[in-house]
């Protein structure tokens, strides 16, 4: 008999894609339950309209994330418990 089950992760390559007017000039990504933030996974900015591959190596075997967006005007936005293995892009917003 065969199961299905979710990929768990190791290393996760996702699309950054900035749907917001102002640029994203960092961006923190640490697993749920963590009570930090991890180092900002960006290599350069992204403007508005934009994207940018990344990848998550952290080595953890999990999907769900905590999302801390910064950007240049000193604005943050934060996505909680976002469940990276089920798709290949994450959209920032206002």
């Not at 979710?6 to 963590?34: C, F, M, Q, R």
């Not at 930090?36 to 940018?52: A, F, H, P, R, T």
């Not at 005007?73 to 892009?89: H, I, K, P, V």
Request: with cysteine; proline share 2%.
């Amino acid at each position: 008999m065969l199961v299905a089950t979710p990929a768990l992760a190791e290393d996760l390559h996702i699309n950054i894609k900035n749907n917001t007017s102002t640029e994203l000039t960092e961006l923190y990504v640490s697993h749920v339950g963590t009570n930090s933030w991890e180092e900002n996974i960006l290599s350069g900015s992204v403007g508005s309209g934009e994207d940018l591959p990344v990848d998550i190596t952290d080595g953890r075997t999990t999907c769900n994330y905590d999302i801390k967006a910064v950007f240049s005007d000193g604005g943050t936005a934060e996505f909680r418990n976002q469940n990276l293995c089920t798709t290949d892009s994450f959209t920032v917003h206002d």
